[in-house]
């Protein structure tokens, strides 16, 4: 990158140089998260609705419910991390023990009975909530609060996490292209689905050890008020609903996590049913993810030069557009594919930002409050991306089921129309919202006189308790 824009102290452990093997380590841990992320999102409704044969309408309430509770767990488990003291740090700790239950709770996903409708909503409803709302919980969210633990240079925590959205999206992809592929040269069974979960569970699991054995926190700030004492849960919230940035970073992920689920949940139903082939899933995933790849890599020259928020403005405008275009004709694929490349140069802008731009904004909140809550803001705004999919699952079932779909080899006129209403009408309305919020968004201008006056601050309480001792 360009000249950072921090200053620089000596011997500042918070401040040293991260090399590329860590950098690396922390993203193989998103690719590992991403198994169940990509699964969830892109193919596991699905599985439910094709495969085991749950109602559309079914799969959207426990999903909505699901999220509901999610987004408890969410909050809970960032105040958890927060308070978290072990030989392993504060998060990296999380990563550890989280892995082997992780590997186990992705399988269950995939073990429906053959029963009833009820029984097998009831099984959906404890294996989907144990995987998501319990054990991914309690992976990710300390994960991603690892990157503000690693640095505070906000030229490096950028880097660090432009890895992680990069082998994210790498991830994300071979999980949608190569899925379906396998699954049918396996038989195309339930049994097929299992096995497979279980080859990504495997390699998952050694993933996030390379992960939690190469990746290092040096930010040693505590979560605690100034007389000493852990900062209680209901002031943690106050902290957070009394940041106007966090306001900001909140629905940005909302927005999100709501287009990430109107494509992943529509993306195999618009390539079985509108595109004429299933196995075009693996096309969709690839001309959008590798884009996005690719302006990840780039994007780091960039930011310099134009700052996070006008970046990330950018991919929101270059994603409406080549939504929009779908309007043309729905079902060619070419304007599908040149949508897909659109819409991953715009979440690359994005994506390549959110993470840093997050650790910006909990840095604002210290800087403001003198208190610096991680992992509840990092809990609430993943909270808020699960709302926003529990939201976005539920009405694409509804409305699904409104027109009658039943999750069969064809569907009707009435049925096609709805499902292109949604694809392209719910990407518009995401991107859109990121792109008006962003708007609003002037952090960046001052996080250098931040880092400055927190550090004068940091070394003046030195000073005063050397004086003391």
């Not at 690359?348 to 003198?370: N, P, Q, T």
Request: with cysteine; aromatic share 12%; net charge positive.
């Amino acid at each position: 990158m360009g000249k950072s824009s921090n200053p620089t102290f000596a011997g500042d452990k918070e401040f040293e140089k991260i090399h590329l093997k860590e950098k690396f380590s922390y993203g193989l841990g998103d690719v590992a998260c991403n198994v169940v992320f990509a699964l969830t999102t892109s193919l596991l409704i699905y599985f439910y609705t094709n495969v085991v044969g749950i109602s559309a309408a079914m799969i959207g309430t426990i999903m909505l419910i699901s999220r509901f509770f999610d987004g408890i767990s969410d909050v809970l488990i960032g105040h958890l991390v927060d308070r978290t003291h072990s030989k392993y740090g504060k998060s990296r700790a999380w990563i550890l023990w989280m892995m082997i239950p992780y590997g186990i709770a992705a399988i269950l996903l995939f073990t429906v009975p053959p029963a009833t409708q009820i029984v097998k909503g009831i099984y959906v409803f404890i294996t989907y909530n144990f995987c998501t709302t319990v054990v991914y919980t309690a992976l990710n969210l300390p994960y991603a609060t690892l990157a503000t633990l690693m640095t505070r240079d906000t030229d490096q925590r950028a880097v660090v996490n432009l890895f992680r959205t990069g082998m994210s999206a790498l991830g994300n992809m071979v999980i949608s292209a190569v899925t379906f592929p396998l699954v049918t040269r396996l038989g195309d069974t339930q049994q097929a689905w299992i096995e497979v979960s279980i080859l990504y569970a495997i390699i998952s699991i050694i993933m996030l050890f390379i992960c939690f054995k190469n990746c290092h926190e040096r930010v040693k700030e505590e979560t605690k008020t100034k007389d000493g004492k852990n900062v209680p849960l209901w002031m943690g919230i106050k902290l957070c609903v009394t940041n106007k940035y966090f306001i900001m970073f909140f629905f940005l992920a909302v927005f999100l996590s709501f287009y990430e689920a109107v494509t992943g949940t529509c993306n195999a139903y618009y390539a079985q049913y509108i595109l004429g082939n299933r196995d075009l899933l693996g096309a969709l995933a690839s001309f959008e993810s590798i884009p996005q790849i690719v302006t990840v890599l780039v994007l780091s020259p960039f930011i310099a030069k134009f700052g996070k928020r006008n970046v990330a403005l950018i991919g929101a405008v270059v994603a409406v557009i080549g939504t929009v275009s779908l309007f043309i004709n729905p079902s060619a694929l070419n304007l599908a594919l040149f949508a897909c490349v659109m819409r991953g140069i715009g979440k690359g802008c994005f994506r390549g930002v959110k993470y840093s731009m997050l650790a910006d904004v909990i840095e604002y909140g210290a800087w403001k409050r003198g208190i610096r809550v991680q992992g509840l803001m990092v809990s609430a705004t993943t909270a808020g991306q699960k709302f926003g999919s529990g939201i976005t699952t539920a009405i694409f079932g509804a409305l699904m089921s409104l027109v009658g779909f039943a999750g069969t080899a064809t569907i009707n006129a009435a049925q096609s129309q709805m499902l292109i209403g949604i694809y392209i009408i719910g990407n518009i309305i995401a991107w859109g919202g990121i792109g008006v919020l962003l708007i609003f968004y002037k952090l960046d201008k001052i996080y250098p006189r931040i880092i400055t006056e927190m550090k004068q601050r940091e070394a003046a309480e030195a000073e005063k308790t050397a004086a003391n001792a």
